[in-house]
């Protein structure tokens, strides 16, 4: 059975830091992501890597201030947020693929979500 666990959200000041922790089971991923979703707003792809090329690739709103990492021993995918902003705000979504696929924000499988707040 696929399953996502997302947890790490919480509120924050800005400039402030959370690191956010998806933890997968189910199937082999080849690529996992975060997307995040304000009130009001579409669902965005935020961070993402190819676990195949090592390859991860960043929206740029938060290029130098968020991390995507993993740790394949724990089945578990980081988003260490750093230098967060009021905008950053939302309900975070870790995502799993198994398909080979390159260079997309499409993805099959989905966590139910870890809010983010930050306040200025």
């Known amino acids: 059975q696929v399953q996502l666990v997302e947890s790490g959200g919480g509120s924050v000041q800005a400039g402030g830091s959370l690191r956010l922790s998806c933890v997968a089971s189910?199937?082999?991923?080849?690529?996992m992501g975060w997307f995040r979703q304000a009130p009001g707003k579409e669902r965005e792809g935020v961070a993402r890597?190819?676990?195949?090329?090592?390859?991860?690739y960043y929206t740029d709103s938060v290029k130098g201030r968020f991390t995507i990492s993993q740790d394949n021993a724990k089945n578990t995918v980081y988003l260490q947020m750093n230098s967060l902003k009021p905008e950053d705000t939302g309900m975070y979504y870790c995502?799993?693929?198994?398909?080979?696929?390159?260079?997309?924000?499409?993805?099959?499988?989905w966590g139910q979500g870890t809010q983010v707040t930050v306040s200025s």
């Open positions: 995502a799993a693929d198994s398909r080979a696929l390159y260079g997309t924000w499409d993805f099959i499988y």
């Open positions: 189910g199937y082999t991923y080849t690529r």
């Open positions: 890597v190819h676990f195949t090329y090592g390859i991860t």
